[in-house]
Each structure stands twice: as C-alpha cells, then as structure tokens.
C-alpha cells in the first residue's frame, strides 16, 4: 500500500487559531497581540508585555502600576525553593532545576483549578516573577554566594542583573536586558508553546504545562543556539579567520549557528533590536572583537548563501549571546533566561487552549508489523 502523505514534525499544520503572535516571515516582521516588536521594545517594561500578553489589551497607567507592584511583591523565593536550589546537584543543567521549581510552586497555591477550564494564572503571578529569581540564585550559589534579596525598584531586567552580580547594574544595561527579555517573550507555535498548549488542553494546571514547555525549550534544537555561537566565534578567535572558517563549514555541510529560521526568511526583527544593543555595549565596554567577527560571519555566509541562491540571515540567537557575554551573564543561563522572558508567552497560549479548549489528539502512521505469532515466554 502506498504511503499516505503527512507533514513530519506537523510542519506547514495549523493546529489551532490563535490572537497572541504574528510573525511575516518573507518582511521579517513580529507582532505581539497586534503591536510590532519595535514599538514594544522601544516604548514598553517586561512587565508591561506581560501584562498584555495575559490581558489582551496594553494597560492605563494605573493598571500597570498595579500590575507591576503585584509581579515585583512575588520575586522574593520562598525558603522551601532556596533550599531546593541549594540540594540541586552541581552537574545538573539549571533548565531541569527551573523545571522542577516551576512544578514544585504549583504547592503554593490554595486553590489548584485543576480539571477546570479556567486558569487563575492572572492571579499567580510568581510563575513569571520567580523565575529570574532562581536562575540568577542559582548562578549565586553555583558560585559560592549567598542568596540576595530582589529589589522591588528596579525592572525585571535591571533586577536580574542586579540578583545576579550583587550590585545595581548601570541603567542602559538593566534597560537592554529588559529588552532583551521582551525581545524573547513570546513567538508563536514553536515547540515549547505548542508543549504548553498540549499539555494544558489536558486540563492539568498551568504549573505543569509550564513545566512540560520548560523541558521542550531544553533541547538543543530549541533553546541554546545562541550558546553554540558563542562557541563558534571562541573557536574561530579572529575577524580574519571567518572566511576560511566558513568556507570550510560549507564544504563539510555543516551549519553555521545563528543563521537561518524555519520562518523568517529576511532578517529576523530580533536580531536587528540585539545588533543595535551589541554595538553599543561592545563601544562602551571597548571589545568589539566578538562583534566583529559575527558580522564577517554574516557578510560571507549571507554572500555564499546568496551565491547559492538561498539566501540566509542572522537569527534571534546571532548577535544575543555575545551580547549576554559583555553584561556578564555565564552562558550556562543563556536557556534559563530564554524561559524566563518566554512564560510569558507560554502562560498567554495556556489561557487561550482553555477557551473554547479541545484536547490535542493527533494520529501516527503505522508502519510496524501487524499479526505476529505470539511466542510464549519459556520459549523465546
Ligand atoms: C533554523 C534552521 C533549522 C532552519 O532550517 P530550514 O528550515 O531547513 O532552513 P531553510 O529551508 O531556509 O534552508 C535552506 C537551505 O539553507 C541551508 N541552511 C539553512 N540554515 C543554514 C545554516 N545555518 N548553515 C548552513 N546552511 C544552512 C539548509 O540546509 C538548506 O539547504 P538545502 O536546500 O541544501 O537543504 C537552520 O537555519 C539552522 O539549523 N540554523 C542554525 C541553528 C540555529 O541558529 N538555530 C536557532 C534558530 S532560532
């Protein structure tokens, strides 16, 4: 018989219709509930995006106050999650120990609507606040330092880095890192959404879906690109060594970290927000060598590519984690602080499955045997 088509990894598939997230791959265009990511990140907190992520409509100024104060009064870790963070063994990845905090908190909460079509996430919202807590807690005892309570004047962002180094970062940094957060916040139907989406059309809390999303993001074809182009310009150490680098990638059909979407087929608008950051911290901090080498990588991929005719551009995850590098962050967080911006975007998908929610039951094509003579146990 002949085998039927059908789309592997449910590519090009629509499963469901959706009001949170627009993206025009061919004009490298991003829409967050209708607004661009350009005016978001320009004009907006983190916490603002939140909000209208799990509002549907951007906040007054009151609503945002509110908002904010309520987000920023559930930074602090409670000592049962302290205490989890510390008995975390060293050689574990953070992303399992956001996972199972984030499981862990669902505790906390009076009263569980499990089994319900409705979420009262809007109410809980340690699930975003905390969990730049514990990535940056975790950083703090993997170090050897004590726990530092968050500030509650400061962004999520500025708070972040504030957690993370002991001491209050300057402001453009905490506003780029807000941004960056932003920048990362939500993105459509990619693996982690549709995780979250899977697992809350199953009525179980939003703790868990988040939970679920957090393991999907953990796979290297998800989250960490950007950890891996971080090792690729280590590896190639100079501007002037880029093109023979990747000439030889080319010739060997290995892929180069950082290009390339599955969706954008122009610059990602991401890349271009994290460029622009890139520059200006590489000229006030005077090291431009990473900057330097990723746009040589840019120029002479994007011309072999072109060359091809198959044009390629920079990703969200090119320029972000030479950008991470200059404010500190160790790279072992680079994926904690891609969960951290996206529960956002996770917990505005679970709000929306439960509308009008119908549990994900998809069918596989079979192609294993069929009607085996059974062989009893004493004589296999
Ligand atoms: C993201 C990615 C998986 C998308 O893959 P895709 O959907 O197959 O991309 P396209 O269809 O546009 O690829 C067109 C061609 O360019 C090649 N190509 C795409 N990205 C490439 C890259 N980064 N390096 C080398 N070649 C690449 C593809 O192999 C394909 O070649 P083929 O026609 O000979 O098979 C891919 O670009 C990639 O692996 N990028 C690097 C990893 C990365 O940065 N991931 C983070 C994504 S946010």
């Given at each position: 018989?002949e085998k039927p088509d059908y789309a ?231 501007k002037s060594k880029v093109e023979k ?136």
């Amino acid at each position: 018989m002949e085998k039927p088509d059908y789309a592997k990894g449910l590519e090009g598939v629509i499963a469901a219709e959706s009001r949170i997230c627009y993206i025009d791959g061919q004009q490298g265009k991003l829409y967050y509930m209708g607004y661009s990511i350009e005016d978001l990140v320009e004009q907006c907190s983190f916490e603002e995006i939140v909000y209208l992520l799990l509002y549907r409509n951007l906040p007054t100024g009151s609503e945002l106050d509110g908002f904010s104060e309520r987000m920023r009064s559930f930074r602090a870790l409670p000592e049962q999650v302290k205490q989890m963070i510390h008995a975390f063994p060293t050689g574990a990845h953070p992303m399992e120990l956001l996972q199972s905090v984030m499981a862990y908190l669902s505790s906390y909460v009076q009263h569980k609507i499990q089994h319900s079509a409705t979420c009262n996430c809007r109410d809980t919202l340690h699930q975003v606040a905390q969990m730049a807590t514990v990535a940056a807690t975790y950083a703090r005892y993997r170090d050897g330092n004590d726990y530092i309570e968050p500030r509650d004047d400061l962004s999520h962002g500025a708070n972040f880095l504030y957690m993370l180094r002991g001491e209050e970062p300057d402001p453009d940094e905490g506003e780029i890192m807000d941004n960056c957060l932003i920048l990362h916040a939500e993105h459509g139907f990619n693996a982690s959404t549709f995780t979250s989406r899977v697992v809350a059309s199953t009525l179980s809390t939003c703790y868990s879906s988040i939970s679920a999303a957090m393991g999907s993001l953990y796979g290297s074809l998800h989250g960490g690109a950007n950890e891996r182009v971080l090792k690729m310009v280590d590896a190639i150490g100079d501007k002037s060594k880029v093109e023979k680098w990747v000439d030889n990638a080319l010739s060997k059909k290995q892929k180069v970290m950082g290009m390339g979407h599955r969706v954008y087929k122009a610059k990602d608008p991401r890349a271009k927000v994290i460029e622009k950051y890139l520059q200006d911290l590489s000229d006030r901090k005077n090291n431009w060598r990473d900057y330097e080498i990723l746009k040589e990588i840019e120029r002479v991929f994007g011309n072999r590519m072109k060359d091809k005719g198959k044009p390629i551009y920079p990703n969200v995850d090119f320029f972000s984690g030479a950008l991470y590098r200059l404010l500190g962050i160790p790279t072992i967080l680079f994926t904690p602080i891609f969960a951290v911006a996206r529960v956002g975007g996770w917990l505005a998908h679970i709000l929306e499955q439960r509308e009008g929610n119908r549990i994900y039951r998809p069918k596989s094509l079979y192609v294993g045997k069929k009607d085996l003579p059974f062989v009893p146990l004493e004589k296999r």
